[in-house]
């Protein structure tokens, strides 16, 4: 079996400050779990101080893809949005 390896977008509802911003980062990477896997994190300026995050996370092909975690994201503090914007297979 491959992998699935896709980009997600993660919005907050408002211009949040950088500790925000961490403890997203923080809590997002207590939520996604085996099976799946967490790439990186950065942090992107949307505008005017608005920032998002880009979130990559790698799932094996059999394991539902990658809605379970994006579901989960969506339920993190401060998140408004997290939506898949890439996805590739290894």
């Known amino acids: 079996m491959g992998s699935v ?9 408002e211009v949040i400050s950088d500790e925000k911003i961490n403890k ?7 939520v996604v779990k ?3 896997k967490l790439g990186r994190i950065d942090i992107k300026n949307v505008a005017f101080g608005l920032k998002g995050l880009d ?4 799932v094996p ?3 539902g893809g990658l809605d ?9 503090e401060n998140v408004d949005s997290a ?3 890439d996805v ?3």
């Open 83 to 85: 939506e898949v914007t």
């Open 34 to 36: 085996p099976p799946a």
């Open 5 to 13: 390896i896709g980009l997600i977008r993660v919005m907050p509802a």
């Open 68 to 76: 379970p975690v994006v579901d989960e994201i969506i339920k993190v």
């Open 88 to 90: 590739g297979r290894i």
């Open 24 to 30: 997203m980062i923080q809590d997002i990477k207590m």
């Open 61 to 63: 092909d059999d394991s």
């Open 55 to 58: 979130v990559t996370v790698e």
